[in-house]
T-cell receptor, first 114, second 116 residues
Framework: DADVTQTPRNRITKTGKRIMLECSQT?????MYWYRQDPGLGLRLIYY???????NKGEISDGYSVSRQAQAKFSLSLESAIPNQTALYFC?????????????FGSGTRLTVV | AQKVTQAQTEISVVEKEDVTLDCVYE???????LFWYKQPPSGELVFLIR??????QNEISGRYSWNFQKSTSSFNFTITASQVVDSAVYFC?????????????FGQGTTLQVKP
């Protein structure tokens, strides 16, 4: 199994629908992140969490919410999807306290809002 | 403010040519980490290298090499004898040790097309 698993891999949804993207990890990392990728813009941070009770906004959090249900799970929700939220979404984990300043990424969720 | 710039949006080369992807970064931290990722057409992010700010030694891994120069705040990536399988989007990224978020700051990405 992958260290960081994202579900679904692909999703097409209609404008106005609520949708949840899920991320689970087996790395035992405390830090989890949601990024969004758009062509020509690289990856931008939506939300991040350092702990089950810790949720922080990133640079583009409007229109999104997150839930850290457990250390291993971090979900991203679009309450009312709109077409400009069509993008590739990545979940990532890290834990500098483990002496590793690397990041582990999921395989991505390709979301299309029509 | 922290920033990563990949000025080359798209590069097209013919197979076996050498190609260099540029990355320039901005940070006020003295301790930071630089990364390169490859994103093939399938979409996943493939980790290529991590370099910390105290290690300016260049690195070579097969056909890949990286040139880290703190004096010019650059961390360039060279592919020697490019192959069609190298076609992908390449991202340079920065992480600052002092950052409260621990986030990765990405460049815009460079799309490399290697033609047969």
């Amino acid at each position: 199994d992958a260290d960081v698993t994202q579900t679904p891999r692909n999703r097409i949804t209609k404008t106005g629908k609520r949708i949840m993207l899920e991320c689970s990890q087996t790395k035992g990392h405390d830090r989890m992140y949601w990024y969004r990728q758009d062509p020509g813009l690289g990856l931008r941070l939506i939300y991040y969490s350092f702990d089950v009770k810790d949720i922080n906004k990133g640079e583009i959090s409007d229109g999104y919410s997150v839930s850290r249900q457990a250390q291993a799970k971090f979900s991203l929700s679009l309450e009312s999807a709109i077409p400009n939220q069509t993008a590739l979404y990545f979940c990532a984990t890290s834990d500098p306290r483990q002496g590793d300043y690397g990041y582990t990424f999921g395989s991505g969720t390709r979301l299309t809002v029509v | 403010a922290q920033k990563v710039t990949q000025a080359q949006t798209e590069i097209s080369v013919v197979e076996k040519e050498d190609v260099t992807l540029d990355c320039v970064y901005e940070t006020r931290d003295t301790t930071y980490y630089l990364f390169w990722y490859k994103q093939p057409p399938s979409g996943e992010l493939v980790f290529l290298i991590r370099r910390n700010s105290f290690d300016e030694q260049n690195e070579i891994s097969g056909r890949y090499s990286w040139n880290f120069q703190k004096s010019t705040s650059s961390f360039n990536f060279t592919i020697t004898a490019s192959q069609v399988v190298d076609s992908a989007v390449y991202f340079c990224a920065l992480s600052e040790a002092s950052s409260n978020t621990g986030k990765l700051i990405f460049g815009q990405g460079t799309t490399l097309q290697v033609k047969p």
